[in-house]
């Protein structure tokens, strides 16, 4: 979810119905045994969410009921909270994530700093 969320930041999920999601909401849900939090994108034709991480080119495969875990109400960086709605600069920075993988590892180390 880079830039939004960077490795290493904890994030709060809430628990509400996947019904009441809304486009631009970043949601939790597990599958295959691994996390993932992503940002919804709309829903399919059977009420499944869309979502796909901000940086990545493709989005996810619709996410069932059994997979949704929550929204994510709070994220913390460092103990300081972080804003989730995307500025300019953030949608910016994720199209050039789409685009490189270099830009991603290069700003991965420096907000691990």
Same mark, same amino acid.
């Given at each position: &979810?880079?830039?939004?969320?960077?490795?290493?930041? #904890?994030? #709060?999920?809430?628990?509400? #119905?996947s019904g009441?999601? @809304?486009? $631009?909401?970043?949601?939790?849900?597990? *599958?295959?045994?691994?996390? =993932?939090v992503?940002?919804?994108? $709309?829903?399919?034709?059977? $009420? %499944?969410?869309?979502t796909?991480?901000?940086?990545?080119l493709?989005p996810?495969?619709?996410?069932?009921?059994? #997979?949704?875990?929550?929204?994510? @109400?709070d994220?913390?960086? %460092?103990?300081?909270?972080?804003? &989730?709605? +995307?500025?300019? *600069?953030?949608?910016? !920075? !994720? !199209?050039? =994530?789409?685009?490189?993988? +270099?830009?991603a590892?290069?700003f991965?180390? =420096?907000?691990?700093?």
């Amino acid at each position: &979810m880079l830039p939004a969320i960077c490795p290493g930041d #904890e994030v #709060e999920i809430q628990s509400c #119905e996947s019904g009441k999601c @809304a486009f $631009g909401d970043v949601v939790a849900f597990s *599958r295959d045994g691994r996390l =993932f939090v992503h940002r919804v994108i $709309g829903r399919d034709s059977g $009420g %499944n969410l869309l979502t796909q991480g901000d940086a990545l080119l493709a989005p996810d495969a619709p996410v069932c009921a059994e #997979e949704y875990l929550g929204k994510v @109400a709070d994220v913390q960086r %460092n103990g300081q909270a972080v804003l &989730m709605k +995307t500025s300019w *600069r953030q949608r910016a !920075a !994720a !199209a050039l =994530f789409r685009r490189s993988g +270099t830009c991603a590892s290069v700003f991965q180390k =420096f907000a691990s700093l």
